[in-house]
């Protein structure tokens, strides 16, 4: 297997993976949040919930963020190797 199939294969991965985390984000929030904040007299039992609710979307955001930067840097990354590789095969010698 040539090296250019694995970088390309774990880069693929990694998008699968961020993608993954995005499906996860958007099941999680369909089925978790509210669109209610419980701040009234008696409503005080529901604010330690959606305080845990709001870390774990975002910690989730923050590694999507993270994810997705590094898929897109990574690929930038092949991209610009590829185009060099194929300069330098292609460039006139003297």
């Known amino acids: 297997m040539s090296m250019n199939v694995l970088v390309v294969t774990l880069w693929a991965a990694l998008g699968f993976a961020t993608i993954a985390l995005a499906v996860y984000r958007r ?40 994810m997705t930067v590094l898929t897109i840097v990574v690929g930038l990354a092949i991209g610009a190797a590829y185009l060099y590789q194929a300069f330098m095969e292609n460039r006139i010698r003297p």
């Open 27 to 66: 099941f999680f929030s369909v089925h978790s949040e509210t669109d209610v904040l419980h701040l009234g007299a008696g409503e005080e039992v529901e604010i330690p919930g959606q305080v845990r609710l709001a870390r774990k979307m975002d910690n989730i955001d923050r590694w999507g963020k993270m």
